[in-house]
């Protein structure tokens, strides 16, 4: 069965401080990993995906098949990071996504 | 581009009443929209998926005959949560697909109180 798995389910940091937000995620074909981020009152909005391989505010992630992880990671966090992340699978070809159940990221000043 | 919108944004109704939600993709069109289900800090859990033109796929232990899902055109998608319990209460969540690669857009929710 597919599952992602988020095992923070807050993170707090300094201003400035390194962030990794931990993903792993179980699925027995070849799936495709998002990270998706949920702003204060607002909807959620991808952040980035890995077939993109890009950087996104700062953030980036690595697909690691070997320990099936994608962790998200920023190397000097910002207050305005502070938001929900959630971490998604979907198969490759198909639409439906499975979410992890999410981490609270707080950056404080 | 790819706005998705949701109306009501929140309701409230009585225990026993039907419920109509609402999802438009308002300056794309897609042929597949999700419906999601969010209770209160916990993750979304996908309920169906709404195909313009057929019946919507559901997800196990999601009652059909409970959630009703409607997609009649390619910009608007239905749910309509019938004989509506407090235990319905909940954040309901659609999302639609456009682009390439596809994406998922989402909207904003609808909060949904029942009493």
């Known amino acids: 069965a597919q599952r992602v798995t988020q095992p923070e389910k807050l993170l707090s940091v300094f201003k400035g401080a390194p962030v990794e937000l931990k993903c792993n995620y179980s699925?027995?074909?070849?799936?495709?990993l998002f990270w998706y981020v949920q702003y204060s009152r607002q909807r959620l909005q991808l952040l980035l995906r890995h077939i993109s391989r890009e950087s996104i505010k700062g953030f980036t992630a690595d697909l690691n098949k070997g320990e099936t992880s994608f962790h998200l990671k920023k190397p000097f966090a910002q207050e305005e990071d502070s938001a929900m992340y959630y971490c998604?699978?979907?198969?490759?070809?198909?639409?439906?996504?499975?979410f992890g159940t999410g981490t609270r990221l707080l950056v404080s000043p | 581009g790819a706005v998705v919108s949701q109306h009501p944004s929140w309701v409230i109704c009585k225990s026993g009443t039907s419920v109509k939600i609402e999802c438009r993709s308002l300056?794309?069109?897609?042929?597949?929209m999700f419906w999601y289900r969010q209770f209160p800090k916990q993750s979304l859990m996908l309920m169906a998926t709404?195909?313009?033109?057929?019946?919507?796929?559901?997800e196990q232990g999601v009652e059909k005959d409970k959630f009703l899902i409607n997609h009649a055109s390619l910009t608007l998608s239905t749910l309509t949560v019938t004989s509506a319990h407090p235990e319905d209460s909940s954040f309901y969540i659609c999302?639609?697909?456009?682009?390439?690669?596809?994406?998922?857009?989402f909207g904003p929710g609808t909060r949904l109180t029942v009493l």
């Open positions: 998604a699978l979907k198969n490759t070809g198909f639409q439906k996504l499975v």
């Open positions: 300056d794309f069109q897609a042929t597949t």
């Open positions: 999302s639609a697909v456009w682009g390439v690669p596809n994406e998922q857009f």
């Open positions: 699925y027995s074909g070849s799936p495709e």
């Open positions: 709404s195909n313009e033109g057929s019946k919507a796929t559901y």
